[in-house]
């Protein structure tokens, strides 16, 4: 599989947005999504988040495993046993590149979604 198969499958992971606008339940293929009420948090595919992120028309939530504290937790485990560490999601790096790439200057965690460290020095910490 490529780069860009992996980050298609990627795509598909629920995330937790906070919209800004109403909409009831959509019926899609894949599943029912929402329903929509402004300040709520709901569970999307990343793709939906990204678009509505786009298109300003929400806020995205770091999923629990992307808190700097549990990174740092994960990668002190795995340097002490012998065996690896499971990873919070199978696609956790494509995740975390889709997630930095498209979250906007203002957010409610700057020291996870700092362009400077944090989360992505978290990240190397833990591959190396």
Not at 113 to 118: A, I, L, M, S
Request: overall charge negative; aromatic content about 8%; proline content about 9%.
């Amino acid at each position: 599989m490529d780069a860009a198969e992996v980050e298609f499958l990627a795509e598909k992971e629920l995330v937790t947005i906070i919209p800004n606008f109403s909409m009831d339940k959509i019926y899609l293929i894949g599943g029912d999504l929402g329903p929509f009420n402004p300040g709520l948090p709901v569970e999307v595919p990343l793709w939906l988040a990204i678009n509505l992120k786009q298109r300003q028309k929400c806020r995205l939530l770091p999923p629990e495993w992307m808190d700097v504290e549990k990174l740092e937790k994960m990668r002190d485990h795995e340097r002490k046993e012998e065996t690896f560490t499971p990873m919070p999601s199978p696609y956790y790096m494509e995740l975390t590149k889709l997630l930095l790439n498209h979250q906007g200057r203002y957010q409610k965690h700057p020291d996870i979604w700092d362009g400077g460290g944090g989360l992505r020095a978290a990240v190397l910490r833990c591959d190396s």
